[in-house]
């Protein structure tokens, strides 16, 4: 009877933590794939990164809590996948060197100003094809490392992340044209000369 007793709480115990897993996880996989948008060809190797979030009513001040944040590369098939967190809102990124990085929330204007020009709802689903552009010579090489730092923003929540490690070369190019902006601002101007007045 003890025996019979002991591995009914063990089953209860064993099917009540899998209802607990169950409601903290998400329920489905998205797929994708990562193709050149010219050539259909798979592109191995993108970094693949999509933060799900939801909005907040603070006090009247709208703010945004981070459910989950997934990242990845594209295997050689061009194929990624991460958790679907069903009725939850998210922007996503995608970025493979020598292409234009690739976001849900906004695209680059091929180098004309503003380099960010917002894209109508880019819905994520399973089975996505995502389609990258190519970087080309008329391109502002400056303009996207800014746009592509912008993205890695939105979709990551740290520097130490495989998406901010493909970018690591635009980040670079990014931070010190920022600071060849900061020195033509303020390395010219001085200090105002003050004399000392007699008493």
Request: proline letters at 5%; aromatic letters at 10%.
């Amino acid at each position: 009877m003890k025996a019979k007793s002991t591995r009914i709480t063990s089953l209860s115990t064993f099917i009540l933590l899998g209802l607990i897993l169950a409601a903290c996880t998400p329920k489905c996989m998205l797929n994708g794939r990562v193709v050149d948008a010219e050539t259909q060809y798979p592109i191995e190797g993108a970094a693949v990164a999509i933060r799900w979030y939801e909005n907040i009513d603070n006090n009247g001040a709208a703010t945004t809590r981070t459910i989950d944040v997934n990242q990845g590369l594209s295997d050689e098939d061009g194929k990624f996948k991460f958790p679907d967190h069903r009725h939850n809102n998210y922007v996503m990124g995608v970025y493979k060197e020598g292409y234009i990085c690739w976001s849900s929330r906004s695209r680059f204007s091929n180098g004309a100003k503003p380099a960010v020009i917002p894209k109508s709802d880019q819905e994520v689903q399973n089975e996505m094809v995502v389609r990258l552009e190519r970087l080309k010579g008329g391109h502002s090489e400056d303009q996207h490392a800014s746009f592509t730092v912008l993205v890695a923003e939105e979709v990551t929540a740290s520097k130490q992340s495989p998406f901010y490690e493909a970018i690591k070369p635009l980040f670079q190019r990014w931070r010190n044209n920022l600071r060849e902006e900061f020195k033509k601002t303020f390395g010219k101007q001085h200090s105002p000369h003050i004399t000392p007045q007699a008493d």
